[in-house]
C-alpha cells in the first residue's frame, strides 16, 4: 500500500510518502507559505520516491486543531487530489498523534500546540489514553488540569510536552507546576508526516479510509477564525 503523508497544521510543511521503493520525507520551516510550497514539494518527493500520483492509495492529512489557514490548506489540497484520481482519504487527530510517540512516558503527556494570543491547542494523555478532550487554553488553567489529572490518576509528578508550542510551554507552566519534572520532546519543533504514517499502520487507521470521506471530511477547529472573531466583535 502505498500512502502519501501530508502535515501543514503547523509553521513546518511536512511531507511523507510510504511506498514499496521506501519511505521518503520533506521538510522544511514554511511559516505561512505552505500554498506556494505544498504543490511544487509534493511533486518532487513523489518523483523521489519513483512512483506516479496515480499509483498512491490513500492520501491522509493532519485532522486538527492546528493553524486555521494551514489546515484548510492542507485538506483542500488532498480532497483535490482524491477526487480527481479516486483515491481514498483519511485524517489524523493532531494532538493524538502528536503524543503517540510517548505512550511509555511514566506521567503524564502534555500535546501543546502555539494557538497564539497566550493560548495553546492542547490534550492531555497518560498511556496513550486521553484524559482531556481538545482544549483552546492559557497556560494558568493548564496548570490546574494537569495538577488535577496527576492527583486523579495517581501518576508520577512528571509531565513530558509534545508538540510546537512545547517550548513556550514549559516557559510558562514551570513556575505553576511545582514539584513537577518538566521534560520536553527534543524534536518538538518539527513537522509530523513521518509520525503519522507510524500513527496510520499502529492504529490501523488504513481501515477507515474510504473512497467517500473527501466529499464530507473537514479539519477539527476548536476556535473561531480570527476573521470570524472579529466579525462578532
Known sequence: MTVLAVDTSQDFLSLGIMAATGQFFFEADAGTRHSELLFDTLEKLIDTAGIAKTDI?????????GSFTGLRIGFSALKGIALALNKKM???PTLDCTAFPFS????????????????????IYRSG???SSYMDIGHINLADIIINLQKNHKTENSILLCGNGAGLAKQALEPLLDGFNIFIDPEYRRGRAALMLKYIEKSYRFNSASD????YCKPIYIRKSDAEMQVNK
Do not use: H, T, W
Not at 58 to 65: K, S
Not at 212 to 215: D, M, P, V
Open 90 to 92: 483519511i485524517s489524523v
Open 57 to 65: 492509495d490513500v492520501l491522509a492529512c493532519m485532522e486538527g486543531p
Open 212 to 215: 467517500n470521506y473527501a466529499f
Open 129 to 131: 489514553i486521553s484524559l
Open 104 to 123: 511509555d512516558f511514566p506521567g503524564l503527556v502534555a500535546a501543546v500546540i502555539d494557538a497564539k494570543q497566550n493560548r495553546f491547542f492542547s490534550a
